[in-house]
């Protein structure tokens, strides 16, 4: 039997979530503690990872950047960021 979905307005695709919890939570073995540990790990960090791409960007140094800002993508990606992993509007 099929579920029905809601439609979408032709050419919108479905909102992605901001945040992924049963991934992340399936990637650090139902670990709260863990989870907090790594999500203060990764927020921690990231304001200096944010800073390096400003800094490449003031360098022009656009394969730095590129590395950079693939870098926080996967990191955020790795603590459950579902919108950091494929581009939205």
């Known amino acids: 039997m099929l579920t029905e979905r809601p439609l979408l307005p032709a050419g919108r695709k479905p909102?992605?979530?901001v945040f992924n919890k049963a991934g992340v939570m399936a990637r650090m073995m139902d670990d709260d503690e863990l989870l907090r540990n790594v999500l203060n790990c990764f927020l921690d960090d990231l304001p200096q990872q944010i800073e390096s791409v400003h800094d490449y960007l003031e360098a022009e140094n656009t394969p730095?950047?590129?590395l950079q800002a693939h870098m926080i993508k996967g990191a955020a990606a790795n603590v459950g960021g579902e919108r950091?992993?494929?581009?939205h509007e």
């Open 15 to 17: 909102e992605i979530p």
């Open 64 to 66: 730095m950047v590129e």
């Open 84 to 87: 950091c992993q494929s581009p």
